[in-house]
């Protein structure tokens, strides 16, 4: 199975400023039809998870443009350009190229 | 509007069995992948099961092979999980999850439905 790595996993941030989360998956991401299948998702407390970001970087639809991914092949990144209240949760990196499909262990954010 | 139910949920002994429902609307079912998702209390997320549009391919984390049973009745746009020989780490709230039409899983989920295996 494709090992997913997240850090940090727990993330204290300031209301206003930037937080960046990191994945790193074992193998690379990049499917043979030449796509990389790495989503993002956020889960608020209590809530079912959301998706955020898809194919790296591709945002969903109503997901406010303060948040961005970026990377390619093992290494990706989730940013939120300034942190807001309704921030708070745990997010997840996941990977879709290789079965079975599997998260990283979640990175809860929080407001200082 | 898209909507996900699942349904099903409860407490059942190890050994025992029970089947979860996820009820759709909103969207045309018979055209989409679908899947189950677990998330065990306060741990992470685990994929379970994939099944392709027409329910001819279905794809199992190993461990659940041999035990789960995902399935769809596309005239009902319903999913289901047939979860057999059940096991205390089986202990999750289940969610039913679709995969949109460009191959990315997971565009909506359902809220989920918790199953406790336990004496």
């Known amino acids: 199975d494709v090992v997913m790595t997240q850090s940090p996993l727990s993330l204290p941030v300031t209301l206003g400023q930037p937080a960046s989360i990191s994945c790193r998956s074992g193998?690379?991401?990049?499917?043979?039809?030449?796509?990389?299948?790495l989503n993002w998702f956020q889960q608020r407390p209590g809530q079912s998870p959301r998706r955020l970001i898809y194919?790296?970087?591709n945002r969903d639809s109503g997901v406010p443009d303060r948040f961005s991914g970026s990377g390619s092949g093992t290494d990706f990144t989730l940013k939120i350009s300034r942190v807001e209240a309704e921030d708070v949760g745990v997010y997840y990196c996941?990977?879709?190229?290789?079965?079975?499909?599997?998260f990283g262990q979640g990175t809860k954010v929080e407001i200082k | 509007e898209v909507q996900l139910v699942e349904s099903g949920g409860g407490l059942v002994q190890p050994g025992g069995s029970l089947r979860l429902s996820c009820a759709t609307s909103?969207?045309?079912?018979?055209?989409?992948?679908m899947g189950w998702v677990r998330q065990a209390p306060g741990k992470g997320l685990e994929w379970v099961a994939n099944?392709?549009?027409?329910?001819?391919?279905?794809y199992y984390v190993d461990s659940v092979k041999g035990r789960f049973t995902i399935s769809r009745d596309n005239a009902k746009n319903s999913l289901y999980l047939q979860m057999n020989s059940l096991r205390a780490e089986d202990t999750a709230v289940y969610y039913c999850?679709?995969?949109?039409?460009?191959?990315?899983?997971?565009?909506?989920w359902g809220q989920g439905t918790l199953v406790t295996v336990s004496s």
């Open positions: 194919k790296v970087s």
């Open positions: 996941m990977q879709g190229t290789h079965w079975p499909k599997t």
């Open positions: 099944i392709k549009r027409d329910g001819s391919e279905k």
């Open positions: 909103g969207f045309t079912f018979s055209i989409y992948w």
């Open positions: 999850a679709r995969r949109d039409e460009s191959g990315n899983d997971g565009d909506y």
């Open positions: 193998q690379s991401l990049v499917n043979s039809d030449g796509n990389t299948y």
